[in-house]
C-alpha cells in the first residue's frame, strides 16, 4: 500500500471545504483500484470564518482527515511547508481549496508518477476570467524571470504538484524564510511532467491576492531567485561613471576650443537630479537584498501552531 498525503491550504474558505472533500474522494475507486490509501491535511492559515470547525466536521467522520491550525495568517507559503513537514505519504500533493486545482486530474498525475517521473507539475494555459491588466503583468514577469533567473520558473505554473518523496525531503531542505515556491519547485529539479488544463474559476468565496499583494509576491520571487538586480545597479554605476567621463572631455575641449561663457546651469540640474534619482533607485535595491537578509538572519519559525488534529489526537 502506498500513501498519498494531500496538502490543502485554507484561508477563509468555509464555503469550500464540504465541497473540496467531496470532490477529492471521488478518486476513491481510483485509488482502492491501484492500491493507495489517502490523508487530507487542510492547512488552516489562520482563517477569521468556520473554516476551522468546518474542518473538524469532516475529521469526525473521517480519520483520514487531518488539521494543521496557524496563529495567524502566515501567507500560502508557509500551509504548504508546514504540511510537508506534516505528510508522511509515498506521495505527496498540493491543491487549492477553492477547487481551481480539479482533483480529478490525479489519475491522470499518478499515472505519469509509475511512468517513473519524480514530480507533475500542472499549468494553465487560459486566464480566462482573469482581469486582463493582472494577465499582462503576470506575463511580463514570467518573461522578466526567464531572462534574469537560471531556475526555471513556468509561465501559468499553478502550484497544483504531485510528487515523490524524494523531492519532498529536498523542498524541505531548504528552510529559507523568503519562501517562493515556484521557484524552489524548479530549482530542486527532478523529472518533472508538465500537464496542462483550462483555467477554472474559483467556484465560491474571493480570491485572496490582490493586484498589490501580487505584486509584492512577484518582487519576492525576483529577489529569492535573481540577483540580477544588484548587477543592475554596477552596471548603471559603471555607465554612468562613462557618461560622466565623456562630458569631462567634452567640456574640457569645447573650453579650449572656444572659451568658456558661464552657462549650463539648467542641463547641470538636469543631470544632477537625474544621478541622483539613479543612486536612490540602485540603493533601494541594494536595500531590499539588504532586508530579506535581515529577514533571513533571524532565523523566525516559518509558521507557528495554534491546534493540531490528527488521528482523532
Ligand atoms: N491561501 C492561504 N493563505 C493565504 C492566501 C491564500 O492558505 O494567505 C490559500 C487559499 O485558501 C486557497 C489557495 O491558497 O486554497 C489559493 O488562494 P486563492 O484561490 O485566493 O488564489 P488564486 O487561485 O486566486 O491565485
Ligand atoms: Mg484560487
Redesign the pocket.
Known amino acids: 500500500m502506498k500513501l498519498l498525503s494531500a496538502i490543502?491550504?485554507?484561508?477563509?474558505?468555509e464555503e469550500?471545504i464540504a465541497d473540496f472533500y467531496q470532490e477529492f474522494v471521488k478518486n476513491e475507486p481510483f485509488f482502492k483500484e491501484k492500491e493507495i490509501e489517502f490523508e487530507i491535511w487542510y492547512?488552516d492559515?489562520?482563517?477569521k470564518d468556520g473554516t476551522v470547525s468546518k474542518i473538524k466536521n469532516l475529521i469526525e467522520k473521517d480519520s483520514r482527515v487531518h488539521l494543521l491550525s496557524f496563529s495567524r495568517?502566515?501567507?500560502?507559503e508557509?500551509?504548504i511547508y508546514a504540511g510537508l513537514e506534516k505528510s508522511k505519504g509515498d506521495y505527496v500533493v498540493f491543491?487549492?481549496?477553492?477547487l481551481?486545482d480539479p482533483p480529478a486530474l490525479l489519475p491522470e498525475m499518478l499515472g505519469f508518477l509509475e511512468q517513473g517521473y519524480d514530480s507533475v507539475a500542472t499549468r494553465r494555459v487560459t486566464r480566462k476570467g482573469e482581469p486582463p491588466i493582472r494577465s499582462f503583468f503576470a506575463r511580463m514577469f514570467y518573461r522578466l524571470m526567464k531572462k534574469i533567473s537560471r531556475t526555471e520558473i513556468m509561465d501559468g505554473a499553478?502550484?497544483y504538484r504531485l510528487m515523490k518523496r524524494p523531492v519532498v525531503e529536498a523542498i524541505l531542505s531548504m528552510p529559507e524564510y523568503n519562501r517562493f515556491s515556484k521557484g524552489i519547485f524548479g530549482w530542486v529539479g527532478f523529472e518533472t511532467k508538465w500537464i496542462e488544463f483550462e483555467n477554472i474559476e474559483?467556484k465560491k468565496?474571493?480570491?485572496?491576492?490582490s493586484f498589490w499583494k501580487l505584486f509584492i509576491y512577484s518582487l519576492d520571487g525576483i529577489t529569492a531567485f535573481s540577483t540580477a538586480p544588484l548587477a543592475f545597479a554596477a552596471f548603471m554605476g559603471v555607465l554612468f561613471c562613462l557618461a560622466a567621463f565623456a562630458l569631462i572631455l567634452f567640456t574640457i575641449v569645447r573650453k579650449a576650443l572656444f572659451g568658456d561663457p558661464t552657462s549650463g546651469w539648467p542641463s547641470l540640474v538636469c543631470i544632477i537630479s537625474l544621478i541622483s534619482g539613479v543612486q536612490l533607485f540602485c540603493l533601494g535595491i541594494v536595500g531590499q537584498y539588504l532586508a530579506k537578509t535581515y529577514m533571513e538572519v533571524k532565523r523566525r519559525p516559518i509558521y507557528l501552531i495554534k491546534e493540531e488534529i490528527s488521528c482523532g489526537k
Open positions: 490543502v491550504p485554507c484561508y477563509n474558505e469550500n492547512i492559515d489562520g482563517s495568517n502566515f501567507g500560502k508557509a500551509a491543491l487549492d481549496a477553492d481551481q499553478r502550484d474559483r468565496g474571493e480570491t485572496k491576492w
